[in-house]
């Protein structure tokens, strides 16, 4: 008998502004190539291993995900160590970043390092629309 193991996940986005206004989206995701096999790789001491998947990241670009892609199109701020939660098997990682200036989010992802390192997924969606003193908080949930 055969068995899969499909890895299934989506970004929840809420960006929290100063005088209280809070805007929610969900959006889901593309597992990426390289996350697949890095993923793999974790299970095996034979095998050269990655880290684990902690960062979050956000940007501007609005390109659709593809499971070829290896980085965000236009990644702003720099990336945050999220902090995780193991619920059967479900993982979520999450996070904030603050916005300085006035910037339009279109993309997420998830990596395991905080500069380069290995793509896990990447979404793309509907713009949301940031200016400074907001917050914006960044869930990602993924399944097997």
Known sequence: ???N??????????RHTPDGFVEERFTENTVVND??????????SD??????????????GSTAAAVTQ?????EVYSRIAGTGTLAGSVATLSG????????????????NKSTTGSMLCRASGTALSCTSGDTVGVEYSIRT
Request: charged share 15%; net charge neutral; no cysteine.
């Open 1 to 3: 008998m055969e068995e």
């Open 96 to 111: 904030a970043f603050g916005i300085s200036g006035t910037v339009s989010i279109s993309e997420y992802g998830v990596f």
């Open 35 to 44: 996350g697949k096999t890095t993923v793999a790789s974790l299970i095996l």
């Open 5 to 14: 193991i499909n890895l299934t996940g989506r970004f929840k986005v809420v």
């Open 70 to 74: 290896t980085a965000l199109v236009s």
């Open 47 to 60: 095998v050269a291993a990655g880290s684990r998947f902690d960062y979050l990241a956000i940007g501007l």
